[in-house]
Each structure stands twice: as C-alpha cells, then as structure tokens.
Nanobody, 115 residues
Framework: QVQLVESGGGLVQAGGSLRLSCAASGSIFSINFMGWYRQAPGKQRELVAVITSGGSTNYADSVKGRFTISRDNAKNTVSLRMNSLKPEDTAVYYC?????????WGQGTQVTVSS
C-alpha cells in the first residue's frame, strides 16, 4: 500500500504563486509516473502535469509556461510550482502516483485564487 501526503495549498491573489508538494510512502517498488490533477466545482477531474521517472514532463495547455512539475526519485516526492495564478486555477489539486499497474491518489489540497 502507498500513502500520499500533500501540502502547500491555500488562498492567493491572482498573479501570485504557490508550491504544492506530495510525499509518497509505504510499499513503493517502482514509481513510473507522478503527477497532479485538479477538480473544480461542477467539473471533471483533469490532468495538470505529469512527470516520468526519467524526468519527461507533460502539461495541460492551460498551465504551460506558468506551472512547473519536478520530482525527487530518491525521496519519492513530487512538487508543482504554480506561478501567475489565475482565478480559473481555483480547484482541489490531487497528487497521483502510478507504481507498477496501480495508481494512487492523495487526499487533495484546496487552491483558491482570488481576483
């Protein structure tokens, strides 16, 4: 079993920055993908950014150039640096880790961007 603990959400004004972090612990043998998803009220959960074990990244078009995902393979952590935040970035952000054939989710952390 894998446990994910997220931190770093909060309230910020438009144009501001936040950094989200996620630490994975437990029976971790091989983490392939680490990423962040978000879900705004009344909307489906969507991919924000993902990073492979080799460091390749992929971003949603809406966050390209503003968000940066990074990971520390030795510590099994993944972070999301969010700059130039917009009100439409307001959502619950979820950490996601894929280890072998199994995906795991964090509990979610609220990010609110005020205009």
């Amino acid at each position: 079993q894998v446990q994910l603990v997220e931190s770093g959400g909060g309230l910020v004004q438009a144009g501001g920055s936040l950094r989200l972090s996620c630490a994975a612990s437990g029976s971790i043998f091989s983490i392939n993908f680490m990423g962040w998803y978000r879900q705004a009220p009344g909307k489906q959960r969507e991919l924000v950014a993902v990073i492979t074990s080799g460091g390749s990244t992929n971003y949603a078009d809406s966050v390209k150039g503003r968000f940066t995902i990074s990971r520390d393979n030795a510590k099994n952590t993944v972070s999301l640096r969010m700059n130039s935040l917009k009100p439409e970035d307001t959502a619950v952000y979820y950490c996601n880790v894929v280890a072998g054939p199994v995906g795991y989710w964090g509990q979610g952390t609220q990010v609110t961007v005020s205009s």
